[in-house]
């Protein structure tokens, strides 16, 4: 089994492997966060959140790749898309708020 640290976006709705998923990044981190991904081609952990705030996050979600980002004109907001590759369980969770990555 391969280790990796993923950043990882809590949702309220689940995707799976194959799958097509609208993200809304919330906040001025997870938008961070996909530009993160985007810039690395590095995956991202969708796993389910129970609660508005977000506290509680399955031990398990889909490793999804961003495929682009849709503009809504009216609301002025951006929605991600993303695909699920393969499923995905939590080891460890890291807290931290910054994002790094060496290659």
Known sequence: MDEMRIPIYPSIEVIFPGQLLVLQP???A???????CREYHHPLGVALTSGAQGHTVAR???LARILGSVRNAELGDTHIVVVGRSR????QM??????SYTH
């Open 88 to 91: 995905f369980q939590m080891l």
């Open 94 to 99: 890291h807290y931290d708020r910054t994002v």
């Open 30 to 36: 997870t938008v961070q966060l996909v530009r993160f």
């Open 60 to 62: 398990v979600g889909t």
């Open 26 to 28: 919330m906040d001025a």
